[in-house]
C-alpha cells in the first residue's frame, strides 16, 4: 500500500519543509468549541407539544426575534414571536406550534397553538445553566413546517467589561428608496460619563421590520466604541417606517428611518364615462421606485355607492376592481384605493343631464412610454404584460386632464390584447393616460410590433377606433416594442486561468454561463442563479518533488504526496445544523464547512447581449484541493434542465452518509460516490517553488486516512 511507504525519514522531511504550516493546519482541525447541547423547554422536559383542539395548518411560518443577542448574566432573556401563516401569506390562527432549543438553552412558549385571531404564538428564551458565550438555534415547528433562527448569548457587562453611561444610536440615512439594494447603516456609539468612547462594551443592534434584516459584523464596540449594523429592507418594498434599536445593559436608544417609493404606476378607470348601473374597471398597477412592478401587495379598493374590495396585486403588480355604477345619474364617482403605504384616487363620470367630461387643454407636449421594450410570449400558464403610458403637458410643462385616449396595436399578428380594449382612457391629474400590453403566444421581430395611442380633447364617437385615428379628429402616437420567445438551454463552462481574489488571501475562479432560445440565439436579460454544494472534502497532504520540481498530490496531481482519505459532506441534508449523527469525526462542527466556497454573479445578474453572465467561486487557498464542489445554475423561464459544473448527476440531497456508502460493498464507495464532483482548483504558479509550502500543502481536515477521526 501507498501508506507503507511513506516512512518515518520522509515524514520528518515533509515537517521540517512545512515548518509550522504543519502545526497551524493540524491546530486547525481539532476541537471546535462547547456541545451542541438538547433541545429542552425546560432543564430536561424537552421540546413543547401542541394542544390537540388545534386543527389548522400552517403554509409557513415567520420567527421573530426582539434582539439577535442575550447577555449571559443569568437575568436576561429574548422573546420570540412566531406567526402562522397561509398561502397567500395572510396570517392564520390556530396552528400547533412547537418550540425547541440546542446548546442548553431553555425556552418556555406562551402557550401550544397561535392565536386564533392574529396567527401569533411568543416564547420567552432564557440562557438556563450554560454562562458561557455561544450561539443558539431556535427550531420552530408546526406539521412539516420548520424554521430556525440563530441568536448569540454574549458576555455580560462586569468590572472588567465596563457598562457604558450613554449609547448613541445613529442612521446613515432616515429614508431610503425600495429599489432593493439600498440600505441604512446603523451605527452605536457606548461613552463614558466624560463622553469619551468605550471599546469593548456589548451592543446589541435589532429591527422591529419582519422582513428587513441588520447585519452586525460584531457585538462589541471598536476602539471608536462603536458597534455598526447594515440593514437591508428584505422582499417587502412597501412604504412603511423601520424602527432599529440598539441595547447595552439597561440602556436602550431607536431610530426610524422611512422606506419610500412605491407609486400606483397606473390607477385607469375602463371606460372613464360609466351610465349609472353600468359596469365599470379600474386597472391598478402597483411598483417601486424604478418601475417594477410589486407583486402580492395587499390592495384595498371603495367608493360612495360601490361595494368595497380587497386583494393582492399579481405577479406583474396588477389589480383589477370590478364595480357597478351607482344610480346617481350626474354625478361624479370617486374611487379611492391604498396599496403599500399609498393613496390613489381616480374619477368616473356618470352622465345624465348636463353632466359631461369637460374639453381638455390642447398638449403642447405627448410622449408614449412603455414599461418595456421587450416582452416575452405567453402560454397558458404565464401572463407577461407591460404596462403602456401616454403622458400630456401643456406650454408650462404642466399636465393635462381629461384628454382622450383610444389605445392599439399592430405587428403582433393579433395574438395580444390591449387591457382598455375599444374603451377611451382619460388622463389622470398628473396628465397621464394609462393601460397595459399582454403579449400572445407568437414572438416577433426586433421592434416589429407597434403599440399606438390616439389621443383627442374631446369624445370620440362609439364607432371610433386607432385605426380611423385621422378621420375621427385624433392625432396618433407610436412605440415600438419586441416580443420574444422563451430561451430554452443554458450552459457552464470555465478556462484554465485561476486568480487571487482582493485580499490576496484567496482564490478566485471564473465559469461563464450561455443562454439560448431553440435557434441558438444568444438570449439577452435572462436571470440567472447559481448555487454551490460542497460533497465532501479531503484529507492528506501535498509533497514536493525534487525531479519535476513542483509540489504533488497523489493520485490526480502527480506521484508524490498522498490523498490519505476523502470523505462525504457530514451535512446530509445542508441546513447547516449538526443533526444526529452528523458530525462523524466529532469537531463540534460540520465538514467541510459552508463558508469554505462563495458563489457570486460578476457585475449583472442578467445575461449580456451575447447571452453570457459570469460567475466565480472564491475560496480560501488553503482549502484549495481538499473540498469537493460542484455548481448548479438556473436561468429564469428556461425550458431545459439546469446547468451542472462539473458534468454529470444534479445535486441530490440528503447525500449519502459515511456509514451508508462504507456499508454498501463497492470499491471506493466515496470517492465513486462523489465522481460528479471536483476538487477546488489550485493556482499552477504556487506549485514551484522548494521552500515555500503552499497554502494547501497540508489538508485542514487533517492527514489521517480516516473520516471519523480529526488527525
Known sequence: MEMTKFDVWSWRTVRVLLSGALTVALAACGGGGGGAGT?????????????????????????????????????????????????????????????????NAVVTPSGTATDAKTG??????????????????????SGSVSRVVTFNVVQNSSPTNPQANDLNLSLSATSILNAGSNAVVATATAVDASRNALSGIPVQL????????????????????????????????????????????????????????????????VPAVVNAGGAGTVQYTVADNNGNALAGVSIAVSGSGITAQSGTTDLNGNYTFNYTAPNTPGATLTINALAGGVPSSVSVTIPGGTT????????????????????????????????????????????????????????????????????????????????????????????????????????????????????????????????????????????????????????????????????????????????????????????????????????????????????????????????????????????????????????????????VAVLQLEYPQNVASWVKYKITVTAAGVLSPPAYFPLGQPVSLPSQSLGALLGSGTPSPVENYLYTYDWLPVRASDLGSATVAPAFALSPYGVAADCTSTK
Request: charged residues 10%; neutral net charge.
Open 39 to 103: 433541545p429542552v423547554v425546560g432543564p430536561g422536559s424537552g421540546a413543547s407539544s401542541p394542544s390537540t383542539a388545534a386543527s389548522a395548518v400552517a403554509a409557513d411560518l415567520v420567527v421573530v426575534l426582539n434582539k439577535t443577542t442575550m447577555t449571559n448574566s443569568g437575568t436576561d432573556s429574548i422573546t420570540a414571536t412566531v406567526t402562522s401563516i397561509d398561502a397567500n401569506r395572510a396570517a392564520i390562527g390556530s396552528v400547533p406550534v412547537s418550540f425547541s432549543v440546542n446548546a
Open 356 to 611: 359631461t367630461v369637460p374639453t381638455a387643454t390642447t398638449p403642447v407636449s405627448t410622449t408614449l412610454n412603455l414599461s418595456a421594450n421587450v416582452i416575452a410570449v405567453n402560454t397558458d400558464r404565464t401572463n407577461n404584460q407591460i404596462a403602456v403610458s401616454a403622458f400630456f403637458r401643456d406650454g408650462s410643462n404642466a399636465p393635462i386632464s381629461n384628454v382622450r385616449v383610444l389605445f392599439g396595436v399592430t405587428g403582433d399578428n393579433q395574438t395580444g390584447t390591449i387591457g382598455s380594449g375599444t374603451n377611451a382612457v382619460l388622463s389622470d391629474a398628473s396628465g397621464s393616460a394609462s393601460t397595459n400590453y399582454k403579449s400572445g403566444g407568437v414572438s416577433s421581430p426586433t421592434n416589429g410590433v407597434t403599440i399606438l395611442a390616439c389621443w383627442k380633447t374631446t369624445d370620440f364617437a362609439s364607432t371610433d377606433t386607432v385605426a380611423n385615428c385621422t378621420t375621427a379628429g385624433g392625432q396618433l402616437l407610436k412605440t415600438t416594442l419586441t416580443i420574444v420567445s422563451n430561451p430554452v438551454s443554458i450552459s457552464i463552462g470555465t478556462d484554465n486561468t485561476i486568480a487571487l481574489g482582493a485580499s490576496t488571501l484567496t482564490y478566485v475562479k471564473k465559469y461563464v454561463v450561455l443562454v439560448v432560445d431553440s435557434a441558438g440565439n444568444p438570449k439577452a436579460g435572462v436571470q440567472v442563479t447559481p448555487s454551490v454544494d460542497l460533497g465532501g472534502y479531503g484529507k492528506g497532504y501535498w509533497k514536493y518533488n525534487l525531479v519535476t520540481q513542483v509540489w504533488e498530490r497523489s493520485p490526480g496531481y502527480g506521484s508524490m504526496g498522498l490523498l490519505t482519505a476523502t470523505c462525504p459532506n457530514e451535512d446530509l441534508n445542508r441546513n447547516g445544523v449538526i443533526d444526529s449523527g452528523e458530525d462523524v469525526n466529532g469537531n463540534q462542527q460540520l465538514d467541510p464547512r459552508k463558508s469554505d466556497v462563495s458563489v457570486t454573479l460578476v457585475g449583472s445578474t442578467t445575461t449580456d447581449a451575447n447571452g
Open 206 to 269: 435589532a429591527v422591529s421590520d419582519s422582513s428587513a434584516s441588520i447585519i452586525v459584523p460584531s457585538n462589541q464596540t471598536n476602539a471608536s466604541g462603536q458597534v455598526t449594523g447594515t440593514v437591508n429592507i428584505g422582499q417587502d418594498r412597501t412604504n412603511r417606517t423601520i424602527t432599529v434599536t440598539a441595547t447595552s445593559g439597561t440602556l436602550v436608544r431607536t431610530a426610524a428611518f422611512e422606506v419610500t417609493g412605491t407609486k400606483f404606476s397606473q390607477a385607469s378607470p
Open 120 to 141: 401569533a404564538l411568543t416564547a420567552t428564551i432564557t440562557q438556563g445553566s450554560d454562562s458561557t458565550v455561544r450561539p443558539v438555534n431556535l427550531t420552530v415547528t
